[in-house]
């Protein structure tokens, strides 16, 4: 899912000057944004993908890539990963004493 990714974001960034014969580099505005947007899909793709055993590896991988400490969000990557919640519950709470301990 992350080469597409990537194979959608090229595509993305070639749209403003397809079809012209001596295409010029995209407005950086427009790469900035499309960097930004796919950034956040990626970092997402990513969490999904990491696995869930050690917690504390999650916990970890979580912040880095995504860079906050919501609860809720850090469950929507739980919700998407599709673990049941009793492996959820323990994984929050892993998640919760990782942010008190800082």
């Not at 960034?13 to 796919?38: C, D, Q, S, W, Y």
């Not at 916990?59 to 492996?87: A, C, V």
């Amino acid at each position: 899912m992350l080469l597409d990714i990537h194979a959608l974001k090229t595509s993305i960034l070639e749209m403003p000057t397809m079809g012209m014969e001596n295409p010029a580099p995209p407005p950086t505005t427009f790469t900035k944004i499309v960097n930004k947007g796919i950034g956040k899909i990626e970092a997402i793709l990513k969490m999904i993908l990491t696995p869930h055993d050690p917690p504390e590896g999650l916990s970890e991988n979580y912040i880095l890539l995504i860079g906050d400490k919501n609860i809720t969000n850090f469950q929507k990557i739980l919700e998407l990963k599709g673990l049941r919640r009793n492996e959820q519950q323990q994984l929050i709470e892993q998640f919760q004493q990782r942010d008190d301990e800082k």
